[in-house]
């Protein structure tokens, strides 16, 4: 639960922020008695869940408070809002309440119902923003004058096609339109430059300095070290860095497991740190610098590196290495396998970290928001975690090739520079022994095609490993937006997704690094795999952040697929694309609630045999029968929730059971 801290003191600060507001409408608002009733209940779960019965008791006891049947008395509800921020003051004072900062990144887009973060801007720039809103609209005004001076030209044309003077009419007309096109010429310009300075102003919103989000990595890992007895000290070098605060948001859960497993996995004992003559206090270095229009960020520790050896084993042990290629395999191609989904050396799991999950999830965290993240390591001297992401976050650039005749796209961001392939040199290679060392990917035998003479070869470097891509030719680069594979194809991890290209076509993005450790195990037979048994999949809906977070992770642990949205209206956006085994839903949410979420899908044929079970604090016999009633399949009580019988409730409803 203490890693779950800084979530909790996240949310409850949002909610405590939004009830101050909604208390000011009080008495006479009704609307923000509702809203302010549902933030407490909300609260009220969370706090259960993470085992606060004190906070919890609060809650309700405001609850009570509001109830229509009692005068609302201003006083009390005044001093119950003092002793909840009092009471997430003392509970932050031991973790650092500024750590409300680690909140839950969903993997998917925010959705509409999620609340907008605040941003604070510069007056010099809220002040240039208006002047030139006032600017624009003074030009649209030049504008509606063109217009009526296009129209008066043409009532002149329309008049002179019956005047015998016809070429006099036509001079002046040439004339006047000159004079038009140089009015239109210059407004346009004067349009675009406000224009760019307007999409430069708005951008320049977007993008904060990366310090702070730095500075609560650092507070988060000492809060961590706290819990473990690790003498050790964190360092910030930001170099006056900015990043797009959405970026930022998309990254934080991903920075936060790397600063995890940088105190858990790579800090030494102070035992093993005197015998091998380092300072007893241990160091971890947080640093981000600019590159071009990218910003890199360090995680570094100076602790007992990765053990190769183990490495080796944990993989040789999946069968993602026979013995020959375990023996040659070169380091950086080794320690990529940590990014591998459920790949873990550690064998003892502590509170912290070491469930095999993780890794994976931050690669793909960084793929998506157009980045790329690599591992260094020494033993006994450290291990550093380097990532490379953009700036702004923009569509996706990808490179778009043309292999044996098919269009495949990858991260514009991976590649380095291309090249011809001189005639020859891939059938000289073909001849060789295969050697586990070759960075060489021919991209087009992947749909079991043959390799034609010649071609390009685009060198990349994907996750610390430097590849090189074989291509008939470079389509070329497109901003692109990813869209999931859909359900009805093959089952391939090589395959980030689908996207449309600005003719419409579509073209397949692969994962270059995926694929090219799934062309190097000795098993294979195929590139496109055959389907193979998947796990099942789960839509949790709940507007409870906290909930969300330890809900996802137990059942992720128990081995179940979990998507997880904030809202009924999220759900069925996620429904109207993708199709899952089984729906859990919250019952208290804004907008709609669960009941009536619950309802929306038994009423729509094709989702109506989906099964359904109700999560809620709720837990009256009326509730339930209400949750029941309105169609669900199972209803259960958070307050004493047994993630083992939610489990095997899944299997039950799941496929395949």
């Known amino acids: 639960m203490d890693e779950l801290l800084p979530l909790y003191l996240g949310e409850a600060g949002d909610r405590l922020e939004t009830m101050e507001g909604l208390f000011s409408r009080l008495p006479d608002d009704r609307e923000a008695s509702r809203l302010l009733r549902r933030e407490l209940h909300t609260l009220k779960g969370a706090s259960r869940m993470m085992g606060l019965g004190d906070l919890a008791d609060l809650c309700h006891r405001g609850e009570d408070l509001l109830d229509d049947s009692v005068p609302f008395d201003p006083g009390a509800f005044r001093s119950l809002l003092d002793e909840l921020h009092r009471g997430l003051e003392q509970l932050g004072s031991g973790g650092d309440q500024e750590d409300s900062g680690a909140e839950e990144v969903e993997v998917e887009a925010l959705s509409p119902a999620e609340p907008a973060s605040t941003v604070r801007i510069p007056e010099a720039l809220l002040n240039e923003l208006s002047d030139q809103s006032v600017r624009m609209r003074v030009l649209a005004q030049e504008t509606i004058g063109l217009i009526d001076g296009l129209h008066g030209l043409a009532r002149t044309a329309e008049h002179a096609v019956s005047q015998e003077n016809q070429a006099q009419v036509l001079a002046s007309l040439a004339t006047r339109l000159r004079r038009v096109a140089v009015g239109a010429e210059r407004s346009q310009r004067r349009f675009e430059a406000m224009v760019e300075g307007q999409y430069r102003a708005f951008r320049?919103?977007?993008?904060?300095?990366v310090q702070p989000f730095l500075q609560q990595l650092a507070r988060y890992a000492r809060s961590i070290g706290e819990s473990q007895a690790k003498d050790f000290s964190v360092s910030v070098e930001a170099e006056e860095c900015g990043l797009d605060r959405r970026i930022m948001d998309a990254l934080r859960e991903a920075m936060l497991h790397i600063v995890r497993n940088a105190v858990d996995h790579g800090l030494d004992t102070p035992t093993e740190r005197r015998r091998l003559g380092k300072n007893k206090r241990g160091l971890i270095r947080l640093r981000a610098s600019r590159i071009g229009e990218r910003i890199r960020i360090e995680v570094e520790d100076d602790g007992r590196g990765i053990d190769r050896d183990s490495i080796r084993e944990t993989a040789l042990r999946r069968g993602l290495l026979d013995e020959a290629q375990a023996e040659s395999m070169p380091e950086s191609l080794l320690l990529s396998f940590l990014f591998e989904p459920?790949?873990?050396?550690?064998?003892?799991?502590?509170d912290v970290s070491g469930r095999g999950v993780?890794?994976?999830?931050?690669?793909?965290?960084?793929?998506?928001?157009?980045?790329?993240?690599?591992?260094?390591s020494k033993i006994d001297v450290g291990t550093r975690f380097v990532l490379e992401i953009p700036v702004l976050y923009l569509a996706e650039m990808a490179?778009?090739?043309?292999?044996?005749?098919f269009r495949i796209a990858f991260a514009g961001s991976q590649v380095r520079f291309f090249r011809q392939l001189p005639m020859g040199e891939d059938q000289e290679r073909e001849?060789?022994?295969?050697?586990?060392?070759?960075?060489?990917?021919?991209?087009?035998?992947?749909?079991?095609?043959?390799?034609?003479?010649?071609?390009?070869?685009?060198?990349?470097?994907?996750?610390?490993?430097?590849l090189e891509i074989v291509v008939d030719d470079i389509i070329g680069e497109e901003a692109i937006f990813l869209k999931q594979w859909p359900s009805f194809g093959f089952p391939a991890r090589w395959i980030d997704g689908v996207a449309l290209l600005h003719d419409g076509r579509p073209v397949i993005v692969v994962d270059l690094h995926q694929l090219y450790l799934e062309s190097r195990q000795p098993s294979r037979q195929?590139?496109?795999?055959?389907?193979?048994?998947?796990?099942?999949?789960?839509?949790l809906v709940d507007d409870s952040r906290i909930t969300r977070e330890m809900l996802r992770r137990a059942l992720v642990d128990g081995g179940v697929d979990v998507h997880a949205v904030p809202s009924a209206q999220a759900a069925l956006w996620y429904l109207e694309t993708r199709s899952i085994d089984c729906l859990l839903t919250d019952i208290e949410m804004p907008d709609m609630n669960g009941l009536e979420l619950t309802r929306r899908i038994r009423a729509t044929p094709e989702l109506s045999q989906m099964p359904i079970i109700l999560i809620s604090t709720r837990n009256s016999r009326e509730d339930r029968l209400d949750g029941l009633n309105a169609g669900a399949d199972a209803y259960l009580a958070k307050q004493n929730l047994d993630i083992e019988e939610l489990l095997r409730m899944i299997g039950r409803f799941g496929f395949g059971q």
């Open 358 to 376: 993780g890794l994976d999830v931050v690669a793909a965290a960084v793929d998506r928001v157009g980045g790329n993240i690599w591992v260094e």
């Open 526 to 539: 195929s590139l496109v795999p055959s389907r193979q048994t998947r796990k099942r999949r789960v839509l």
């Open 431 to 466: 001849k060789e022994e295969p050697d586990s060392e070759s960075r060489r990917l021919d991209l087009r035998a992947l749909w079991g095609g043959r390799s034609s003479a010649g071609g390009l070869v685009v060198e990349t470097r994907t996750q610390g490993l430097e």
């Open 204 to 209: 320049s919103l977007q993008v904060q300095p």
């Open 342 to 350: 459920g790949f873990s050396t550690r064998k003892v799991v502590s």
């Open 399 to 405: 490179l778009v090739v043309d292999a044996a005749s």
